[in-house]
T-cell receptor
């Protein structure tokens, strides 16, 4: 089946620094990818939709200047957490639709990135 | 706004029994409903998709039902095994909102 990878799998950083998380679709192309955040024992919360060749669409309450998304190619989307603070510590997960296009498709999820901000 | 409810408490069952998980939704009419499995510290894995015109879908030991009148989906695991222990998420999809929204998930623990 299709595989989505994320890098790094975990990262620890100091408050005020920026962290970049990569999401790659390994054997299929995705014009759309999705970024989620998950706090312990809570559900996945959609942060934004990453669109190849255009700007990302952010969910209400998500600061676009803080969470920068770049969909550089049909197989790569990056999420940069700028000026990270301890409250940004969370589990960040990306997904890509199985047919690469529609959100209605089943989603292939990455393994997630655990971010800890000290 | 749309709301998705799953059993918030963990479901504990004995190995070999059937586990039944519930997903209720309000304020929208999804065209599809998907179920995912999530293990601790991992991304979710797709299990089954059921469409609004389908009453039931099966895959090996898994069965999903979709009742658009009750606005409910039931997820069954028959002959459950300890390896089935995980959190199960439902995600009803409506084209009108154009995004996949997940329920909080139900944690299933199957005991030997």
């Amino acid at each position: 089946g299709a595989v989505v990878s994320q890098h790094p799998s975990w990262v620890i950083c100091k408050s005020g620094t920026s962290v970049k998380i990569e999401c790659r679709s390994l054997d299929f192309q995705a014009t759309t990818m999705f970024w989620y955040r998950q706090f312990p024992k809570q559900s996945l919360m959609l942060m934004a939709t990453s669109n190849e060749g255009s700007k990302a669409t952010y969910e209400q309450g998500v600061e676009k200047d803080k969470f920068l998304i770049n969909h550089a190619s049909l197989t790569l989307s990056t999420l940069t957490v700028t000026s990270a603070h301890p409250e940004d510590s969370s589990f960040y997960i990306c997904s890509a639709p199985s047919r690469g296009l529609a959100v209605a498709d089943t989603q292939y999820f990455g393994p997630g990135t655990r971010l800890t901000v000290l | 706004s749309q709301k998705i409810e799953q059993n918030s408490e963990a479901l504990n069952i004995q190995e070999g029994k059937t586990a039944t998980l519930t997903c209720n939704y309000t304020n929208y009419s999804p065209a599809y409903l998907q179920w995912y499995r999530q293990d601790p510290g991992r991304g979710p894995v797709f299990l089954l998709l059921i469409r609004e015109n389908e009453k039931e879908k099966r895959k090996e030991r898994l069965k999903v039902t979709f009742d658009t009148t009750l606005k409910q989906s039931l997820f069954h695991i028959t002959a459950s095994q300890p390896a089935d222990s995980a959190t199960y998420l439902c995600a009803p999809f409506s084209g009108g909102y154009n995004k996949l929204i997940f329920g909080a998930g139900t944690r299933l623990a199957v005991h030997p």
